[in-house]
């Protein structure tokens, strides 16, 4: 098992930043990436950012030059830098790690942050 926790959500003003934080503990050495997703009101989760045990990165189009993903293999933990931020990008965060166990990947999720962008 994994788990992770999230940290770092909360209301900002549009064109502010935020930086999030997921600290992973548990069954951790076998994560082949870590990422963030997002879920608005009514809308499907959709991913934001992901950073692999190879440390290659990937973005969805609207963050990319905004957000920058970064982990601290130190600490088990994963942040994502938000800046410039929409009012648009309001939804809960969630952490996730993908484990290759037992033959198959396994996803694992964090209970979700709240970022609230006013306008």
């Known amino acids: 098992q994994v788990q992770l926790v999230e940290s770092g959500g909360g209301l900002v003003q549009a064109g502010g930043s935020l930086r999030l934080s997921c600290a992973a503990s548990g069954n951790i050495f076998s994560i082949n990436a870590m990422g963030w997703y997002r879920q608005a009101p009514g809308k499907q989760r959709e991913l934001v950012a992901l950073?692999?045990?190879?440390?290659?990165?990937k973005y969805a189009d609207s963050v990319k030059g905004r957000f920058t993903i970064s982990r601290d293999d130190a600490k088990n933990t994963v942040y994502l830098q938000m800046n410039s931020l929409k009012p648009e990008e309001t939804a809960v965060y969630y952490c996730?790690?993908?484990?290759?166990?037992?033959?198959?990947?396994?996803?694992?999720w964090g209970q979700g942050t709240q970022v609230t962008v006013s306008s």
């Open positions: 996730n790690a993908v484990r290759f166990y037992s033959g198959s990947y396994v996803n694992y």
């Open positions: 950073i692999t045990s190879g440390a290659d990165t």
